[in-house]
């Protein structure tokens, strides 16, 4: 049961909220100690304590989970990391207060790559997250969190962050669905910043409805962030039907390289088929630029990432560390015991590419590219209604197989473009590869996401039918299936 049929069978009296939560529980108890999916939770008797107060709610006080780098009132916001392990926010994130207004309840703080910076969610200073469908793999990251307690059964959606495709490659991996909005459509008030210029909020759900029910709640203008765009709200599930015939899909031959191996150029192609299938047409485009796209994001994520984390002194949020004589030393001590190596990694990067003498060299010559590969989307989107390919060159892989920085930063090769250009983007379960999930990504225009969505379904219902015989949660099946036990 995804949240839209939730929420009906509630609203109809099919179900309890009291109920919902009782099964999402018992996952937990079941699942919990081998996914580990969640840093924090909330106790269910007290969400059960509200179902009269928001039994007319849009979304009758159904239980939604929050990656743990998003402001929450009522509970820590760690962004897996041992600097802020005792923080509590004063205030919820406008994404999380919007959620709360339309009768949602946060079900708890999802675990992540501390900081946001990963690829794997082995990055938290708390131990890493398992893939439900391979408990030796990862989820993906940095939302590995939300992506692996949707897809385990443990949460009925969640909310995600994707920097340069945090929320679109962990849904990929965990086979279930992962939007990254146009940038400045949902506000960022209340995230903790990693890369400012590139940070979004975006859901991971079960199905596309699920995606376009989430986001019509959480998007529209918001003055206290100063890079949320003048845009109206609106109801994003109102753009799903209508089906795809006579739209013209690109599929960029940089997203179909011979490395992806036979079974994956496969479901590229029965991608391509499904798509003439439903009426749309299928051109090949090329994205040179795509190749410039990760050292472009890593200067300009770290460059940011270095100046948005000079405030984590161990003086403000919380103490890390007594030691030393003077205030500098007292600093020093604190940022080596509380940033992890990922982030201590990426701040070093960055203050480099931010050092004098070379800032015009890296960071600048990094902006001037990103605008030329925002063009570059800009010119394909002038021929093609949507762009397609895969999420992620690879299936999960296995924890600690990624002890290479650059052969973990791979790993976002396909979503870092899109991020890089603002544009929104979506994964939706698009088959198997050695048994495992594998997502075909879908971008669209800036300010698309109604046709994105549109696309989405439509693929989404094709592609779940080839396969509905497979019970597991990459085809929106039971989520009892497909699972692994605790222990």
Known sequence: MDLWDARAAISRGDLSLGELIDSLWERIGVLEETIHAFLSLADPAELKEAETALAETPLRGIPIAVKDNISTLDFPTTCGSRFLERFRPVFDATAVARLKGAGAQVQGKTNLDEFAMGSSTEHSAFGPTRNPHDPERVPGGSSGGSAAAVA??????????????????????????????????????????????????????????????????????????????????????QDLEGGIEGWKFGLPREYRPRELGPEALALIDRWASAIEELGGEVVEISLPLTE?????????????????????????????????????????ASRTLGFGREVKRRIM??????????????????????????????????NVDIIFGPTSPTPAFRLGEKEDPIAMYLSDVFTLPSALAGVPAISIPGGKVGGLPFGLQLIAPRLGEGKLLRAAYALEGCLTSETSSDATPLHRGDPQGGMPKAG
Not at 226 to 237: A, G, N
Not at 365 to 374: C, M, N, S, W
């Open 152 to 237: 385990a059964g443990e949460a009925i959606a969640a909310l995600g962050t994707d920097t340069g495709g945090s929320v679109r490659q962990p849904a990929a991996l965990c086979g279930v669905v992962g939007l990254r909005p146009t940038y400045g459509l949902v506000s960022r008030w209340g995230l903790v910043a990693f890369a400012s210029s590139l940070d979004q909020i975006g859901p991971i759900t079960r199905s596309v409805r699920d995606c376009a029910l989430i986001l019509s709640i959480i998007a529209g203008h918001d003055p206290r962030d100063s890079t949320s765009l003048p845009v109206e709200p609106r109801d994003y599930t």
């Open 349 to 382: 990067l960055g203050t480099f590419a931010l050092s004098a003498g070379y800032y015009d060299r890296y960071y600048g010559k990094a902006q001037r590219v990103r605008t030329l590969i925002a063009r570059e989307f800009a010119k394909a989107f002038e």
């Open 292 to 332: 410039y796209a990760l050292p472009t994001y890593y200067l300009i994520a770290s460059a940011e990432a270095s100046a948005n984390l000079a405030r984590f002194d161990g003086v403000r949020y919380t103490t890390v560390s007594a030691e030393g004589t003077t205030a500098k030393e007292m600093i020093a």
